[in-house]
């Protein structure tokens, strides 16, 4: 089940004459997927690499090649489209911009946008690193478009260097952050996410299953929103946000300690960790044999949510209560008996809710409500958790 964070949306991708422009097709089958409506102007040097019929055939929508068209014009584009993406954007595209040159499709829609501008450079490191792109990138960027900085690495010339246009996600991520709600503005939120580990010795641990995607896309996606991150990760196969403060942590102990280092000044508290709830008194230094194994002594991990309730400058605390079959009671009793303000709850044996998916079925409860959402991505989910917090933060519930 694919995200549909751009639904309702029109980009206005731009393709200029650079060896990345066969990579904006990547992008345009991207930014559909995720539920954009894409038109896409290109200039003749553009063309050169990607011939016109190609992006039709891939797009949905109105391909804009020609200044003289009768069909489509830049006005028509500009006056629908919520956001400009020009990928690749050449340096010399980029000094029209500046310049404010309008003499091909894409200068023309530049010209003629009022709206957000997110540009990724492609070129050798030296074009990149010459002063007067420099020059140029600062201005575009003082007038409030988004630079999303190219790659380091191997480059078309044979040569390392940065000027790689960046990567789709990085891209995409970005277009994702100009277009979300900025309701998080000025806020500061700490999110746990994954599980922790509990040595035996130095080879065995105790854990559990979680995969940290739902911590990591509520992380995201608040930073999406304008908010200050923290993401505190047990270990996990994800990559960190990007733009998120990420501590990495292995232990409930180590977990606890960043909390307590970081959630002093933060208007919300995300525990969407499952973290272990028992650990070896004192860990083996040595790997135990398997036939010297009778019995292990265990102690309880400390609760990181009722140490976070306590706190006597609280923030908004949500939880998660992962249960085993339809027991939102049980649920609701753990939010009260710690102190939540907010708890998350999910069945982990419905099939698509439980570990490890990148899909979850959850029920949003707090003190005088409940919603249920319906089984969907757990970026969209995290979505929905979010706007249940603002709400709760703004009174409106």
Known sequence: MKSQSLKNKRILLCITGGIAAYRSLDILRALETEGASVDVAMTEAATRFIPPLTVKALSTGRVYTDIYSPEVDHITLTREADLMLVAPATANTIGKFVA???????????????????????????????????????????????????????????????????????????????????????????????????????????????????????????????????????????????????????????????????????????????????RLETPFQEKLEKEAIQSLKLTETPDIVETVTSLPSRPFVVGFSAETGPNIAKAKEKMIKKGMDMIVFNDVTEPGAGFGVDTNHIVIIDRISEKEIPLMSKEACAGYILDAVVERLSGKT
């Open 100 to 278: 404010g040159i309008g003499d091909n499709p894409v200068t023309l829609c530049f010209l003629a946008f009022n709206g957000p501008v997110v540009f990724a450079p492609a070129m050798n490191w030296r074009m990149y690193e010459h002063p007067v792109v420099r020059k140029n990138i600062q201005t575009l960027r003082d007038m409030g478009c988004y630079e999303v900085e190219p790659d380091t690495g191997r480059l078309a010339c044979g040569e390392e260097g940065k000027g790689r246009m960046a990567s789709v996600e990085r891209i995409m991520e970005t277009v994702r952050t100009v277009l979300s709600k900025k309701d998080l503005s000025g806020r500061k939120v700490v999110v746990t996410a994954g599980p922790t580990l509990e040595p035996i010795d130095p080879v065995r641990y105790i854990s559990n299953r979680s995969s940290g995607k739902m911590g990591y896309a509520i992380a995201r996606d608040a930073r999406r929103r304008g908010a200050e991150v923290v993401l505190i990760s047990g270990p996990t196969q994800l990559l960190p946000p990007e733009g998120v403060h990420t501590i990495l942590v292995e232990t409930t102990e180590q977990m606890l300690n960043a909390v307590l280092e970081t959630v002093h000044d933060a208007d919300i508290f995300i525990m969407a960790a499952a973290v272990a709830d028992f």
